[in-house]
Structure formats: C-alpha cells, structure tokens
C-alpha cells in the first residue's frame, strides 16, 4: 500500500468525516445502552501535524487549522474542535491530529467497546501501541471487510461501522465495498453504517452512489463538502459520507454545521455542501440537488 494517511491528516475531507463521525457517536449515546465501534481501516490512530509527511502536504492548514481560531461555532462544530484541541499533546497549540479510532475511543463511555481493523504491519503496530492498556479498544491486523463477517453482529447489539478505505484503485473500491455492505447488512440489519468517499469527478461518484441506494435500507443520509469544482480526476474536490440506517433528525443535527464548515474552508472559490436523504424512511428516493436553502432540504416523513 503506498498511502499515508499521515500526508492527509486533519485536512477538509477529514474535518466533514469526523464532524459526522462525532454526530454519529452522540445520537448512539443519547441511549443508555452500551454500543460497539468498528473501523474497518483505521491507520495508526495519531498523526503528528509537525512531522515530515503533514509538513511536506500542509494539507490541515486548510482544514483544523481554520477551526482552531474561529470563535462563533455550532455546538456540534464547537465540541468537535475543543476535543481535537483538548487532546494529548495539543496543550501547547496544535501538534497533533486524532484519526478516528482515537476520537471515537476519547467519548467512550463505561461499557462501550471498539473494533479497530488495519491489514498493514506498521500502522497496526502503530495502533496497538497506542491503545496498549485500554480494555475497551481491541486491535485486529486484518482486511477490515473481510473482518466484518467476524465482528458482526457485535455483543452489544446497537452501533456503528466506519468503513474509510484509502481508494487507491476508486472503481475497485467501490466494488469492494459494496460486496462488504452486501455480506454485513443482513447480518447487522440495525447497525448504522457510515461510508467515507472521495470526489474527484462526480460522473465517477454517481453510480456507486446508485448502487448503495438499492441496498435496501431505507434511511440513507448523505453529507457532502465541495472546496474545489468536481470536475477535475487530478486532485481531491471534495468528500462526501453516506450513512445507512442514519439516525433520527440526523440531517437536522448536521445542517448549520456543514454550512458554517463550508464558510470556514472555503478555498479560491466558496465551498459548496450537500445533504440530502438519498432514500427516506418509506424507501421513496429523495435525491435533490444542492447545496439548498434549510426550507427546500429534503425530510423523510416524521416517526411515529
């Protein structure tokens, strides 16, 4: 594998991705009952914003990096950032950036658990070091998507699945993840799952975009943010994330976030943001274009 997450880390696509993540995560605890994480590519959990490989990109200069400053946050924006902030080794200004398995394993409350999947020696390492010690964080050196038939469904029975694959091979990808959600869903019909994706050309996103939409789950959300127009293969544009059985007034908790985040990171351009229900509740498609007014937005219809 060439890919480093370690160029990447803090930048647009992941401030969207864990943005959503920690929404996700909150809506899981507003019940009592303990839930189980699972990430299905999680990397080496911490990445130094001062080494060489952030230095070379300066990749979150243009992502947490806005945040850090920006004082008129959303509550859900502004809880996120104070807890990159707040982190170890952050007491002195930003030196470190979380990856997901570590913002997750931070908000885990007593009885809560985490499955941590990375099939390449050095991150795994990297991640069993860091969570040495935790008892609720378990680390397996193995392909996240063959992992799910293992791990799923999990002992606590509600919870979530963070597939974000590197996509060095995008149409393979596409089709890798799409055979995961195939084997995983009937065997975890209740699970929230949430699908990271990059934008590069939008003809390229659309179909795989279709394909999930016949998965058969009927609550499917999808978040997107635009920095640059997606039209070009040569560089990331944007990023999105689709998540399957998306929590309840999901959409409601991530509308003024998104539009506050596509003000702060706008590049040469004014950053553009999606949200809309792909499917609702009543398995009707509700693909709109956008970014749209808060009025003209998309709702599935009120549970009874």
């Given at each position: 594998?060439?890919?480093?997450?370690?160029?990447?880390?803090?930048?647009?696509?992941?401030?969207?991705?864990?943005?959503?993540?920690?929404?996700?995560?909150?809506?899981?605890?507003?019940?009592?009952?303990?839930?189980?994480?699972?990430?299905?590519?999680?990397?080496?959990?911490?990445?130094?914003?001062?080494?060489h490989?952030a230095?070379?990109?300066?990749?979150?200069?243009?992502?947490?990096?806005?945040?850090?400053?920006?004082?008129k946050?959303?509550?859900?924006?502004?809880?996120?950032?104070?807890?990159?902030l707040?982190g170890?080794?952050?007491?002195?200004?930003?030196?470190?950036y979380?990856?997901?398995?570590?913002?997750?394993?931070?908000?885990?409350?007593?009885?809560?658990?985490?499955?941590?999947?990375?099939?390449?020696a050095?991150?795994?390492v990297?991640?069993?070091?860091?969570?040495?010690?935790?008892?609720?964080?378990?680390?397996h050196?193995?392909?996240?998507?063959?992992?799910?038939?293992?791990?799923?469904?999990?002992?606590?029975?509600?919870?979530?699945?963070l597939?974000?694959?590197p996509?060095?091979?995008q149409?393979?990808?596409?089709?890798?993840?799409?055979?995961?959600?195939?084997?995983?869903?009937?065997?975890?019909?209740?699970g929230?799952?949430?699908?990271?994706?990059?934008?590069?050309l939008?003809s390229?996103?659309?179909p795989?975009?279709?394909?999930?939409?016949?998965?058969g789950?009927?609550?499917?959300?999808?978040?997107e943010?635009?920095?640059?127009?997606d039209?070009?293969?040569?560089?990331?544009?944007?990023?999105g994330?689709?998540?399957?059985?998306?929590?309840?007034?999901?959409?409601?908790?991530?509308?003024?976030p998104?539009?506050?985040l596509?003000?702060?990171?706008?590049?040469?351009?004014p950053?553009?943001?999606?949200?809309?229900?792909?499917?609702?509740?009543?398995?009707?498609?509700?693909?709109?274009?956008?970014?749209?007014?808060?009025?003209?937005?998309?709702?599935?219809?009120a549970?009874r």
């Amino acid at each position: 594998m060439n890919y480093r997450h370690a160029y990447h880390a803090g930048n647009f696509a992941d401030v969207l991705k864990h943005v959503v993540l920690l929404a996700l995560v909150e809506a899981l605890q507003t019940k009592p009952t303990s839930f189980c994480y699972v990430d299905t590519h999680a990397g080496s959990g911490s990445y130094a914003l001062e080494g060489h490989e952030a230095k070379k990109t300066g990749e979150y200069h243009d992502g947490i990096a806005r945040l850090h400053p920006a004082e008129k946050l959303p509550p859900l924006l502004r809880r996120w950032r104070d807890g990159i902030l707040g982190g170890e080794g952050n007491e002195h200004g930003l030196k470190y950036y979380p990856g997901s398995p570590l913002q997750v394993a931070r908000v885990l409350r007593p009885g809560d658990s985490a499955q941590l999947c990375e099939l390449h020696a050095e991150e795994a390492v990297k991640l069993r070091e860091l969570f040495r010690g935790n008892p609720q964080v378990h680390v397996h050196q193995r392909d996240g998507y063959e992992a799910l038939k293992a791990l799923l469904p999990p002992k606590e029975k509600r919870g979530l699945v963070l597939i974000d694959p590197p996509y060095e091979a995008q149409e393979d990808e596409y089709r890798l993840i799409e055979q995961a959600l195939k084997a995983a869903l009937p065997r975890w019909p209740g699970g929230i799952y949430a699908v990271w994706y990059p934008i590069k050309l939008r003809s390229q996103v659309q179909p795989f975009l279709r394909k999930l939409q016949h998965s058969g789950v009927k609550r499917i959300l999808r978040a997107e943010l635009l920095v640059h127009p997606d039209d070009s293969p040569l560089r990331l544009n944007g990023s999105g994330m689709v998540i399957f059985n998306a929590p309840w007034k999901l959409d409601d908790t991530l509308r003024e976030p998104l539009r506050v985040l596509a003000s702060l990171l706008s590049q040469e351009r004014p950053a553009e943001w999606k949200l809309d229900w792909l499917l609702d509740e009543a398995g009707s498609q509700l693909n709109t274009p956008s970014p749209l007014p808060t009025s003209r937005l998309p709702r599935p219809p009120a549970r009874r």
